[in-house]
């Protein structure tokens, strides 16, 4: 293997066959603020879900469109991974701008790890019952008995897991305990501060002629996402997996180009979804307003008018009420934009 690093784009580009997009816009003290930014109206602050995944989004999308542009003139029959999050409302910009794309996240293959070993069953037995969005999944079990056997795993109550009829991410804590998230987020760093002083400390191993501990910040989406699909598309290694493609038509009523996760072949050159498990109608419902809060955050990135943000919150399932999503939109204007900042907003 060998690399090379380049600051030109186009230069990075040429000749690729597969284009990873792992950035983080704003860096890490833009995460800090998303993170935080929402505690001051009693929520909790997070990277790709609620108000603070609204404003990574905002700023996310307005950066990236000139690499959209860029892949599709360079190397357009590249397949793009995307990583950046929050990755399904990226993938889908990238799909729009007409690239070959699809959302990775480790987070499902992890939770199907984790209910395998609690059902002593392989992981392929349980890929075709996960079905979900980036972040907002579910496994649909398929015996009797499977989900009481599986209902304390991902941090959600196990009543709650009763009622929902399949177990969910633990990511779904945010929309099922938000009170509890924001208790144990209160008075102490946000994850992004951790890593600022994680990414200090592998500095200094490196200045002082060391090495950085890899075992610091294990990074699973790359054994478990990335390089099954890579040996895949570029080896001729068919895989099964979980990917977050285009819906299509596999979810009635979600829009055609939403990002979906669910089942999917990788073959050389071939990205296969397969038809998805029906959710039960607790997990439905709360899908369907995510979806149509992902749909309204997209609009709100091309408009970027105080409207459009309140729009995409007040349907945001984290975000209770108008007055609320109000002293949030206000509160992403206000920002200092060299640390976590909109784009100019339109008059309105």
């Known amino acids: 293997m060998t690399v090379l690093a380049e600051r030109d784009l186009t230069a990075a580009l040429r000749g690729a066959d597969v284009v990873l997009v792992q950035v983080r816009i704003g860096g890490l003290s833009a995460r800090a603020f998303d993170e935080s930014f929402p505690w001051a109206v009693d929520l909790p602050g997070e990277e790709t879900l609620g108000p603070g995944g609204f404003s990574n989004a905002l700023r996310t999308l307005a950066a990236l469109g000139p690499v959209w542009r860029a892949v599709a003139a360079t190397c357009p ?24 794309v699809v959302e990775v996240c480790d987070s499902p293959l992890t939770h199907l790890a984790a209910l395998a070993d609690r059902l002593a069953r392989p992981v392929d037995a349980l890929i075709g019952g996960y079905v979900g969005m980036n972040h907002v999944g579910w496994w649909v079990p398929d015996r009797t008995g499977d989900l009481d056997t599986v209902a304390d795993v991902g941090g959600v109550d196990v009543d709650v897991v009763a009622a929902y009829g399949a177990s969910p991410l633990p990511y779904l804590r945010y929309y099922a305990h938000p009170e509890r998230l924001l208790d144990a987020q209160r008075n102490r760093p946000t994850r992004a501060e951790a890593l600022m002083a994680l990414e200090q400390a592998a500095l200094r191993r490196l200045a002082a002629a060391g090495s950085p501990d890899p075992t610091a910040r ?18 001729g290694q068919d895989t099964r997996t979980v990917l977050g493609t285009a819906n299509g038509t596999r ?19 071939e990205i296969t979804p397969e038809p998805l498990a029906p959710l039960p109608a607790v997990p439905e419902s709360l899908l369907r307003r995510h979806a149509t809060y992902e749909d309204l955050a997209q609009r709100a990135a091309a408009e970027l008018s105080r409207v459009s943000l309140l729009r995409a919150l007040l349907v ?33």
């Not at 995307?82 to 070959?100: K, M, Q, S």
């Not at 979810?251 to 050159?269: D, Q």
């Open 77 to 100: 029959l590249a397949l793009v991974i995307v990583l950046t999050n929050p990755a399904g409302i990226v993938r889908r910009a990238a799909a729009e701008a007409g690239l070959t």
């Open 218 to 235: 294990p990074a699973p989406w790359y054994s478990l996402g990335v390089l099954p699909v890579l040996r895949a598309w570029v080896g």
């Open 251 to 269: 979810i009635a009523g979600l829009h055609a180009a939403a990002t979906v996760e669910g089942p999917t072949w990788v073959r050389e050159r």
């Open 316 to 348: 945001n399932p984290m975000v209770p009420s108008a007055d609320r999503a109000r002293r949030l939109v206000q509160a992403m204007i206000d920002a200092d934009p060299a640390s976590s900042a909109l784009p100019p907003m339109a008059a309105q």
